[in-house]
């Protein structure tokens, strides 16, 4: 007698369940992203540091505490928290106003307030002493799969000034193209440029800074760009005569091709 192999009929055969596909959850803070993960990593110690912690109500606590290590002088810290009556989950309370303050009087602090279901601000100021020295305002939207932040860093809005800073987007059917200009101080800019060609295929980012040496009556600005092409150029006054001489040089790495100048302007 020999082996028989039998084969089911189709319709006898078990199916598998149709696959049920959940759609992903919004990710959280984009300042959350990372926490997990740093959390897991054990913070470094040195020292003797005392902490404190008194829950005073529902909404204020607050915290002290005492650091002595022998690199610097004792330190003392002072940490009160209020978490409003609008609670989203076990851990997001708004309004919410964290404040931390040392023995110097420098002073940390965070206010976070719920606009809408899905919009969120959070403003962050520092100050050394009574010297503001930043402040920091980031807008948040939450949609169904994604977030999405918008940051303001450092606007002088006491002198009534913002940072100086000029951002502008072109798009159009030829492609798209953005730049950013900032202005840091009186003797530092920089500058990121953006362009895609949709008729070329292609697309190109660059970016390029600007210093000044007033003392030495010197200029220099540089570039890269995402070709692989490194410029700088360097420009020299020559006092009391009105002559100005320029070296400038440039290396595309990708096609291996090396340019360099030399210029003289009068006037």
Known sequence: ?????GL?????LPRRSPRREEPLPNPGSFDELHRLCKDVFPAQMEGVKLVVNKVLSS?????HTVHMSALGLPGYHLHAAYAGDWQL???EMFPTVVG????SGSLNAQVLLLLAERLRAKAVFQTQQAKFLTWQFDGEYRGDDYTATLTLGNPDLIGESAVHWVATLNVGSGGAHASYYHKANEQVQVGVEFEANTRLQDTTFSFGYHLTLPQANMVFRGLVDSNWCVGAVLEKKMPPLPVTLALGAFLNHWRNRFHCGFSITVG
């Open 8 to 12: 089911a009929p189709m319709g006898a």
């Open 59 to 63: 909404h204020f606590q607050v915290a």
């Open 100 to 103: 931390d303050m040392d023995s």
């Open 1 to 5: 007698m020999g082996n028989t192999l």
């Open 89 to 91: 989950s076990p851990t």
